[in-house]
């Protein structure tokens, strides 16, 4: 299935070069023209780019890539922003947020098994990624409903207490009821928490806010309980202008910040105007993340016009030795081999090839299950299975994915069991779900692996909180974008930035230049 540009279209974020220096952003301007021409018959499909002659390629590649190719802009952004993450899961938009150098002072997550993780890597005395220095006292520190929250007006007063302490709300409320995986059901109550989302920005009101979802939250509901005559982002959009905010909407494609999987997510921005320059645009936001997104891939030594592959992301876990699952003991895990790839280099981030993956348990298959699998392996080509192949081998899932070595992912989902490793007869473990969602080895799981019976759907198991997660390279190009923006338009930095407010600085924050706008789709309505 391929994704439909329209005309001079050049795909949905997927960015491969870093351009650093701002005063050359003019020249962007001068090759839009020139690229426009080139690129009306390119469409987005799930291997890649393909051009009019159907061959993959990425976009800015020979002659284009010369007139780009400039020195990085790879830093950390220099101003430090506070914020709040709302539906955290387990901490993927947490993760990606921190090592932007966001400071978080809390997080809300009903989930206990959700929550676990997020605290022993967050929390906890030994946790990896300690945070929270200033989470307040008056909320502590364990699983909340965030209506529950919502209810509660003590806690709805102490939370207008932050008013001017928080510059960023973030978070990505639960996207089932919207997902084109899933049944896309208009009256799913799950749809009704971006409600709460936007009732918790009224009451903190931050100067930014960033929430992410699948790409069906951008879509309309058709044919479906709840039709409506735009999507739910661009209600969510209106909903939010309602309120004092500006805001837009765009699809990204995590595959071009880094991550080895085509994920296509929904991100909605918006500033607080009455905290804002006049000259501030949201559509600045993904100005500033296209930016962003081009130095991450480059400054982490990743290849700038070639996507994580598959194997490059998770073949160093499949070392030779079996042993003993240390938290499954009926089970057993994988464990190390030397890295090949700049990618699980950086995955690594120093763990030696003697130590155990974390989360790297192996199903127990079933006999049938396994010589289904070889059947897979010794028949079939990569990529989703045919359905009346899975309908002829009585199979009852309707999806199973054969992972192609040599590509990036499909998008990760909460289901293991959907995806069969492309040189062994079984499922992938979470650890390499977490691999292919771009979270470093060092970050670690809790909970059970796996959910069955009445509490599938209620319970965060370990796959479902790596599936349900935004992956934290991503979420990171994310944290430095808003930095960004927090830095370039709102009125606590009008000294600094626009000369105490003059017109003559004004006038050049507003006249400053737009990057490569066609590397950008604007698919709101």
Not at 42 to 53: K, N, Q, T, V
Not at 94 to 99: I, K, N, T, V
């Amino acid at each position: 299935m391929s994704y439909e540009l329209g005309k001079g279209g050049r795909g949905i974020f997927d960015f491969r070069f870093a351009i650093s220096d701002w005063a050359k952003r003019g020249r962007a301007a001068d090759r839009r023209g020139r690229d426009a021409e080139q690129t009306s018959a390119i469409r987005w499909s799930s291997d890649g780019f393909a051009g009019p002659s159907g061959q993959e390629e990425f976009p800015f590649e020979g002659e284009n890539a010369i007139g780009i190719a400039r020195k990085e802009r790879c830093i950390g952004s220099l101003h430090v922003i506070t914020s709040i993450d709302i539906f955290a899961g387990c901490g993927g938009l947490l993760l990606g947020m921190q090592q932007a150098g966001v400071q978080a002072l809390f997080a809300i997550e009903k989930d206990p098994m959700a929550f676990a993780s997020l605290s022993a890597n967050f929390i906890e005395p030994q946790a990896p990624y300690k945070a929270f220095g200033d989470w307040p006292f008056w909320l502590e520190k364990k699983p909340y409903d965030i209506i529950e929250i919502l209810k509660d007006e003590e806690i709805r007063r102490k939370l207008t207490l932050l008013r001017g302490r928080v510059d960023l709300v973030c978070g990505g409320p639960p996207c089932q009821g919207f997902s084109v995986g899933g049944s896309r059901n208009g009256n799913d109550a799950r749809n009704k928490l971006p409600l709460r989302y936007l009732d918790f920005v009224s009451l903190v009101r931050p100067k930014i806010i960033i929430m992410e979802n699948v790409e069906g939250m951008a879509r309309r509901f058709l044919s479906r309980p709840g039709e409506a005559d735009t999507s739910y982002a661009d209600w969510v959009v209106q909903q939010l202008e309602e309120i004092g905010y500006s805001a837009r909407w765009r699809v990204v494609n995590s595959r071009g910040f880094g991550v080895p999987q085509i994920r296509m997510r929904t991100i909605i921005f918006g500033f607080l105007r009455e905290a804002a320059s006049p000259a501030a645009d949201p559509g600045a936001f993904f100005d500033l993340l296209q930016d962003r997104a081009r130095c991450s891939v480059s400054c982490k030594g990743l290849s700038p016009t070639k996507a994580v592959t598959v194997f490059e992301a998770i073949d160093d876990l499949n070392g030779e030795r079996r042993i003993t699952c240390p938290d499954s003991p009926k089970f057993e895990s994988g464990t190390y081999k030397a890295p090949v790839s700049a990618y699980a280099r950086l995955m690594r981030r120093g763990i030696t090839d003697s130590q155990v993956p974390d989360a790297h348990r192996f199903a127990v298959h079933k006999s049938a299950t396994l010589e289904f699998y070889h059947h897979v392996q010794a028949t079939q080509p990569y990529g989703r299975l045919p359905k009346a192949f899975l309908v002829s081998r009585g199979t009852k899932k309707d999806k199973k994915v054969y992972l192609d070595p040599g590509a990036p992912s499909s998008t990760i989902t909460t289901h293991p069991d959907e995806f069969i490793h492309y040189s062994e007869p079984r499922i992938i473990t979470v650890r390499e779900m977490a691999r292919l969602q771009s979270f470093p080895d060092d970050f670690v799981f809790r909970g059970r692996y796996t959910i069955n019976g009445d509490r599938r759907g209620q319970d965060e198991a370990r796959c479902c909180q790596v599936g349900n997660a935004v992956p934290p390279l991503m979420a990171e190009a994310m944290g430095n974008a808003a930095a960004d923006f927090v830095a370039d338009y709102c009125r606590e930095n009008r000294a600094q930035k626009w000369g105490g407010g003059s017109a003559q600085g004004e006038a050049t924050m507003a006249t400053g230049g737009s990057p490569d706008e066609e590397l950008v789709k604007n698919v709101s309505r």
